[in-house]
């Protein structure tokens, strides 16, 4: 299964700790986003990388969050000193590169945040 | 401000008739529109999209329409199947502003047998 890959599936933190939520986007895939649902509402666009470049990041908030895409290995979304707000489920989804306009992003599972 | 909106919440259809979910969008940039469908503790996965130089695309059961001048687009789903019971999301790109998908807040269907 060469889908997008999210982990962990499930994480739980106390307020103040960090959370590291990773994806590795579908073979062949150089592009990759996050996005973040809260209950009840739709996915809200965060930010956008390729390898080694944040492309866009109009949508992560301006402090605790970051994002990277190494050379090498999975992106990683970082928050640190999670509040209960942060409480989310997180997406993340990969893209070729895009061709006009055509622009879909496949998704993987996500990863349920939740904080104490 | 919500550029995409979906203002069904939830649809309720029988198995074998129509289902026709609505979005409409305001900002005049979007020339992409995609339709994704999420079952619970899921993803979404992409099921149909639409370039703005078309008014129509169909992929055997779903069809998607689009308006440009009302700003509107519509899923057809027909007929309609119980494993079609999910929460749609109509979501749209605009390629000068990027690459980001701004997602509607979701319509939430259920196919009665």
């Known amino acids: 299964n060469a889908g997008v890959m999210q982990n962990p599936r499930h994480l739980v933190r106390r307020r103040g700790q960090e959370a590291r939520l990773r994806c590795s986007p579908m073979?062949?895939?150089?592009?990759v986003y996050w996005y973040r649902q809260l209950p009840e509402e739709g996915l809200k666009f965060m930010v956008y990388?390729?390898?080694?470049?944040?492309?866009?990041e109009s949508g992560m908030p301006k402090e605790r969050f970051s994002a990277e895409f190494p050379k090498e290995g999975p992106s990683i979304l970082r928050i640190q000193q999670v509040v209960r707000g942060d409480s989310a489920a997180y997406f993340c989804?990969?893209?070729?590169?895009?061709?006009?306009?055509?622009?879909?992003?496949?998704f993987g599972a996500g990863t349920r945040l939740s904080v104490l | 401000d919500q550029q995409v909106k979906q203002n069904s919440p939830s649809l309720s259809v029988q198995e074998g008739r129509i289902s026709i979910l609505n979005c409409d969008y305001t900002n005049s940039m979007f020339d992409y529109f995609l339709w994704y469908k999420k079952y619970p503790a899921e993803g979404p996965t992409f099921l149909i999209s639409i370039s703005s130089i078309k008014d129509k695309n169909e992929d055997g059961r779903f069809t998607v329409f689009l308006n440009k001048s009302a700003k509107h687009l519509s899923l057809h789903i027909v007929p309609s199947q119980p494993g079609d019971s999910a929460v749609y999301f109509c979501a749209a790109s605009a390629g000068a502003a990027g690459n980001k998908l701004t997602f509607g807040g979701g319509t939430r269907v259920l196919v009665k047998p």
């Open positions: 989804a990969s893209s070729p590169p895009r061709v006009g306009a055509k622009n879909i992003q496949y």
């Open positions: 990388l390729q390898k080694e470049n944040i492309i866009d």
């Open positions: 073979k062949g895939h150089s592009h």
